[in-house]
C-alpha cells in the first residue's frame, strides 16, 4: 500500500515543495479562528470577531481565481513572494490596530488586504505535481498525499493557534502564523526546478478558455459542500455547549478531519478503475448520505462517531474533483481552474455556518445539523447533473487549442 506513495515522493523535488506547501497552507485553517481569537480577547464581542473574519474570507475568495491566473502568466516564483509579503505586513496592521486603539474600519482592512494578498498555494503546489508527474495514477496518489497534508494543517493548525492565543498572546498566535506561512511561501518561490513552466500571452497569441460548462457547476457544487463544512463546525461547537462540553469540540472536529485523512491515504494507495468524473460524483453523493444522520444524534458518543464516518467521504471527493480539473483545464491555467474549485468552496462556508448559525439559536444544534444534509444533497445533485458529454465537449475543445498550438 506503501508503494504509490514512496514512488510520488520520490519525485526529484518533490519533499522540498511538500514541506514548504505545508507550511504555505498554515492560515486555511487558522486565520478565521485566529481573527476570531484576537478580535474578541479586547473587545468581547463575538459578532465584531466573526465579522473582521467574514472581510478576511471575502478577500480571499474574490481575488483568489485571478491571483492564480497570474501565477500561471508570470510563474509562481516571481508572484508567491510579494504576496506573502503583503499577507504578513498585513495581519501586523491588523495587530496594531487594535492593540492601539484604532477605528474599527483599519481592522477591517487589514483583514480585507490579508485575504486579498493570501495566494493560492494549495492549487499552486497541485500545479507542480501536475508538471511534474503528467497525468496518470502517480498524479491521483499525488493529489491524494495534498489531501492528506490538509486535513493534518486541519488537525493542528487550530491546536497550534488556541494554545499561542491561551498560553501566551492571541497576537502571538496570529503572528507566528503568518510568519510560518511566509517562511513556507519563499521556500517555495526559490523552488525553480519545480516550478510549472510559464505559458505567457504574447500578442496576437491564443488564450485557452476555460471549459465554463462543467467547471461552473464544479464551482457551484464546491460553494455547497463549503457550506457543508462550514455549517458542520459551527453546530459542532453548538451541539457540544448543549451537552456541557464545550471543550470537547476540538477533538470532535479533529475525529471528523482523522476521517478524511485516512481516507485520503487509502484513496492515494488504490488504482481506480473509475474515471476521475464517476468517482467525483459518487464520492459527493457518499458525503451527503454520510451527514445525514447527524440530525438525529442525540449524544456527544454518536456524534463523535457520525462525525468520523462523514470524515471519509471528503478526501475522495476532493482528490476526485482535483483529478477532474487537471484532466480538462489546459494545463497553462491550471493552477486558475483549480482555484476555481477552491474559491467555491471559501464561498460556501460563511454562508452556510451563518444559516446553521440560525436554526441553531431558533430551534437547537440537532436542527443546524440539517443545513450541512442539504449541502451535501445539493452538491450530489449539480454533480450527477453534470454528464459526461460536458466534460468530453471540453477535453476536445482543449485538446483541438493545444494541438492548434503545436
Known amino acids: 500500500m506503501l508503494a504509490p506513495y514512496r514512488s510520488v515522493l520520490a ?27 484576537l478580535v474578541e480577547a479586547p473587545t468581547g464581542s463575538y459578532g465584531f470577531a466573526g465579522a473582521v473574519s467574514a472581510t478576511y474570507m471575502v478577500g480571499a475568495a474574490v481575488v483568489s481565481p485571478a491571483m492564480a491566473r497570474l501565477i500561471d502568466r508570470l510563474g509562481q516564483h516571481r508572484v508567491l513572494l510579494p504576496a506573502y509579503l503583503a499577507f504578513a505586513l498585513s495581519l501586523v496592521w491588523l495587530v496594531l490596530a487594535l492593540e492601539l486603539g484604532w477605528h474599527d474600519l ?53 491546536v497550534l493557534v488556541t494554545v499561542l492565543a491561551i498560553q501566551a498572546h492571541p497576537a502571538l498566535a496570529l503572528l507566528a502564523v503568518a510568519g510560518l506561512a511566509s517562511t513556507g511561501g519563499w521556500w517555495l518561490s526559490t523552488q525553480r526546478a519545480t516550478e510549472p513552466p510559464v505559458r505567457g500571452v504574447s500578442r496576437g497569441s491564443h488564450v485557452s478558455r476555460l471549459p465554463w460548462a462543467w467547471l461552473a457547476p464544479m464551482t457551484l457544487a464546491a460553494a455547497c459542500l463549503g457550506s457543508l463544512f462550514g455549517s458542520t463546525e459551527v453546530v459542532t461547537v453548538a451541539f457540544a455547549e448543549e451537552q456541557g462540553a464545550t471543550e470537547v469540540t476540538g477533538l470532535l472536529l479533529a475525529g471528523w478531519a482523522a476521517g478524511s485523512l485516512i481516507a485520503g491515504f487509502v484513496t492515494g494507495a488504490v488504482q481506480w478503475a473509475q474515471s476521475a468524473l464517476q468517482r467525483y460524483r459518487w464520492g459527493t453523493l457518499g458525503l451527503a448520505a454520510a451527514v445525514t444522520p447527524l440530525p438525529f444524534v442525540d449524544n456527544l458518543w454518536a456524534l463523535g462517531v457520525a462525525l468520523f464516518v462523514a470524515g471519509f467521504a471528503i478526501s475522495p471527493t476532493v482528490v476526485a474533483t482535483m483529478s477532474l480539473v487537471e484532466a480538462t483545464v489546459p ?49 450530489a445533485l449539480i454533480a450527477w447533473s453534470t454528464g459526461q458529454r460536458h466534460v468530453s465537449a471540453d477535453h476536445d475543445n482543449v485538446a483541438g487549442e493545444v494541438a492548434a498550438r503545436h
Not at 11 to 31: E, H, K, Q, V, Y
Not at 129 to 153: K, N, R
Request: proline share 6%; aromatic share 8%.
Open 11 to 37: 519525485t526529484p523535488g518533490a519533499m522540498a515543495f511538500c514541506a514548504a506547501g505545508l507550511l504555505s497552507r498554515l492560515p486555511i485553517s487558522t486565520m478565521t479562528l485566529g481573527i476570531v481569537l
Open 106 to 158: 483599519f481592522l477591517y482592512c487589514a483583514a480585507a488586504v490579508a485575504g486579498v494578498a493570501y495566494p493560492p498555494v494549495g492549487a499552486c503546489i497541485r500545479a507542480r505535481w501536475s508538471s511534474a508527474l503528467g497525468a496518470g495514477p502517480a498524479l491521483h496518489t499525488a493529489f491524494s498525499i495534498e489531501s492528506m497534508v490538509d486535513e493534518l494543517i486541519f488537525i493542528l493548525g487550530p
Open 331 to 379: 494545463a497553462g491555467r491550471l493552477t486558475e481552474g483549480i482555484s476555481w474549485v477552491s474559491t467555491g468552496i471559501a464561498f460556501g462556508i460563511a454562508p452556510g455556518a451563518a444559516v446553521a448559525g440560525r436554526l441553531v439559536d431558533g430551534f437547537g444544534a440537532s436542527t443546524g445539523f440539517v443545513v450541512p444534509v442539504v449541502g451535501g444533497v445539493l452538491a
